[in-house]
């Protein structure tokens, strides 16, 4: 089994900042892609960001620029450097991750438990 834990969301003023922050515990051998995606209420949930094991980045253009994803592959952590930000960023932020639990897996999905963001105008 493996268990994403979520930490940083948060009350911030427009123009702000934030920075989330997700561990992943279990069984683990590799993950591959590791991103954060939002659901905001009475919408569908949505991509943020994600990265490769390798590094590449992908953001969602409402994003782009004010957003930063990282991670550490050796403490199986992924972050997101959340700054300028909007109301519209409100949101329920959920971890999410590729895991490779055995040398012979591809990789299954799994999500934390969510972290609220909330951006005040």
């Known amino acids: 089994q493996v268990q994403l834990v979520e930490s940083g969301g948060g009350l911030v003023q427009a123009g702000g900042s934030l920075r989330l922050a997700c561990v992943a515990s279990g069984s683990i051998v590799a993950i591959n892609t590791m991103a954060w995606y939002r659901q905001a209420p009475g919408k569908q949930r949505e991509l943020v960001a994600s990265i490769t094991n390798g590094g590449s980045r992908n953001y969602a253009d409402a994003v782009k620029g004010r957003f930063t994803i990282s991670r550490d592959n050796a403490r199986n952590t992924v972050t997101l450097q959340m700054n300028s930000l909007k109301p519209e960023d409100t949101a329920v932020y959920y971890c999410?991750?590729?895991?490779?639990?055995?040398?012979?897996?591809?990789?299954?999905?799994?999500w934390g438990q969510g972290t609220q963001v909330t951006v005040s105008s």
């Open positions: 999410n991750a590729d895991v490779r639990e055995t040398i012979f897996s591809l990789g299954y999905p799994y």
